[in-house]
């Protein structure tokens, strides 16, 4: 099983989150640590449109304005593992699936995402080119 990568910029973003928010902090730390040991939690990531009433729970949605450049990136909503609150912060990841790997590409709000102009959005697109992940294109 491949390591989880994380792109150069999410390690000070994690840092900061670690200030800001312990508790965001520590669950996506230990869900970081889970898909990087368990193959099955893995394999989850890749089941889109499905939340897991594990601990944490989550959801995993395709990030479908990417998709549709190619760009095989997911966005990982968490609950606290605290209180079982929601988050505030959702994950994008980025994979190349020909070798199982999985790159962390940005931590960012949960709806920093949704305008497809704004600064965060271009981050993900361009830290997914940045850290090489294939572009896949499908057939509708």
């Known amino acids: ?5 994380y792109h150069s910029d ?8 670690c200030d ?6 520590i ?13 099955t939690f893995r394999a989850r990531l ?7 009433d594990s601990c944490p729970l989550f959801e995993v949605k395709l990030f ?18 605290q209180d079982g609150a929601l988050l505030k912060y959702r ?3 980025g994979s190349d699936m020909t070798i199982d790997a999985h790159t962390i590409l940005l931590i960012s709000e949960r709806n920093a995402l949704y305008d497809e102009h704004s600064p965060e959005h271009s981050k993900v697109a361009s830290r997914y080119d940045d850290c090489r992940l294939p572009i896949v294109h499908t057939q509708h």
Do not use: C, W
């Open 20 to 25: 800001d928010d312990v508790d965001a902090y």
């Open 46 to 52: 890749h089941q889109t449109g499905t939340r897991y």
């Open 91 to 93: 994950t994008s990841f």
């Open 64 to 81: 479908e304005s990417l998709l549709k450049t190619g760009r095989q990136v997911r966005l990982i909503r968490l609950h606290s593992e």
């Open 1 to 5: 099983m491949q390591p989880l990568n």
């Open 10 to 17: 999410v390690l000070p973003e994690l840092d900061a989150l």
């Open 27 to 39: 669950t996506l730390m230990n869900f970081f640590d889970l898909i990087e040991s368990d193959n």
